[in-house]
């Protein structure tokens, strides 16, 4: 009798603790999961004995599934996670939402600012027609934060499950701690110091998939919930067809995360954008017929920007060399706009919706959801 009083106590108490804390909120939750038994204390009694462990939400203020996802001990632990954060997360500086982690965690000084670009991203994420298009110049000013800190906040936001990136190199996207991913790149990191001598004695990221990062042909459709490619679409020959093999790679739910440099701002500078005439010829008539002259652009108007700076009789002799050592150049180069454009004219063809589009110093940042 004692053992029964006791946990008719405990549950009370637990339906007392939730229910007065302000984050249960019994209509979200009913509408949210339709399945759970309607009624004062029914709701609320399903969320604490099997909601909470399931991953669903007691209301807008708290995050079931971050807070199990990114509080292992919790999940391993057994205990209904709202009940954690009310009595011990809170006072353990646990978050008890993923954007509430962000800007904790945020290396930033002025967390009001790092407020409103959560914001945006959580708009970017909730919302299931609307492009947010941000620039960073209008919401840090002069105060930019680091790119890797803010591609670190858009992959604790977007990413989920199992993926790969294309081409890190030594610069692999910050990923959560809960997030499996592996690296795919048309070389071996052993190759990859022989290909690029540049690189040599810079941390590469180990490469657990040698493929062409253009056709990702030894993966299977659809067994992935996302790809990243950073500053690599510029590199492909064909952007239109490498965007097509991402997304037959990618669960339907599932995104693209992807950052290009902005020509304005590098190497490319005196470039001409590359048009979307041109890169729609490159997909219908094949990218081979321009290659040459990407080749020649390249050497003639990128290169002395690295200091090497070649006489007329010289500039053959190294687009020869390159073309034959198949090295991998900026075939394309875009402004913001024009590769809001790009991304525009493939959305249907390809099967994709530009959820988020950033123009951060130096480069764009995107995230497109795969429909």
């Known amino acids: ?5 006791s946990d008719y106590s405990s549950v009370a108490k637990d ?24 009624g004062v204390l029914a709701s609320l009694r399903h969320f604490l004995a099997h909601g909470g462990s399931e991953g669903r939400a007691p209301s807008r203020r708290f995050d079931s599934t971050f807070y199990l996802r990114n509080y292992s001990d919790v999940k391993d632990a057994g205990i209904n996670p709202l009940l954690h954060f009310l009595r011990f997360g809170r006072f353990e500086d646990r978050s008890p939402t993923l954007y509430e982690y962000l800007i904790a965690t945020g290396n930033f000084g002025n967390k009001e600012v790092l407020r409103k670009f959560i914001n945006a991203l959580s708009q970017a994420k909730d919302y299931q027609n609307d492009l947010v298009d941000i620039s960073l110049f209008n919401v840090f000013g002069d105060q930019q934060p680091e790119r890797r800190e803010i591609r670190r906040l858009v992959a604790n936001v977007f990413l989920s499950g199992v993926g790969i990136e294309v081409g890190a190199l030594q610069d692999p996207l910050p990923i959560p701690e809960y997030v499996s991913i592996k690296y795919v790149d048309r070389f071996s ?10 690189l040599r004695g810079a941390p590469l990221v180990e490469v657990d998939i040698v493929d062409n990062g253009e056709v990702l042909g030894s993966l299977s459709a659809e067994s992935q919930d996302f790809v990243i490619a ?28 992807i950052a290009v440099p902005d020509q304005t701002s ?12 041109h890169i729609i010829a490159d997909h219908s008539n094949g990218p081979g017929l321009s290659r040459h002259q990407h080749f020649v652009e390249w050497v003639t108007k990128c290169e002395p920007h690295f200091g090497r700076v070649y006489q007329d009789h010289e500039i053959n002799l190294r ?45 764009v940042v995107v995230i497109l959801k795969v429909t």
């Open 1 to 5: 009798m004692k053992r029964i009083i």
């Open 189 to 198: 990191k052993s190759q990859l110091y022989e290909q690029y001598p540049e």
């Open 319 to 363: 687009v020869k060399e390159l073309e034959e050592k198949d090295y991998s150049i900026h075939f394309h180069c875009w402004a913001p706009d024009g590769f809001k454009d790009f991304l525009s004219y493939c959305a249907d063809e390809v099967g994709f919706r530009i959820a988020f589009f950033a123009r951060c110093p130096g480069e």
């Open 15 to 38: 339906l007392f603790t939730a229910a007065t804390s302000g984050f249960f909120d019994r209509r979200f939750y009913e509408e949210c999961n339709p399945d759970v038994p309607r």
């Open 266 to 277: 590098t190497f490319d500078r005196d470039r001409t954008p590359t048009s979307l005439d």
């Open 230 to 257: 950073n500053h690599f679409l510029e590199h492909t020959q064909d952007p239109i067809a490498t965007l097509k093999n991402f997304r037959r790679v990618i669960r339907s739910g599932g995104c693209m995360y």
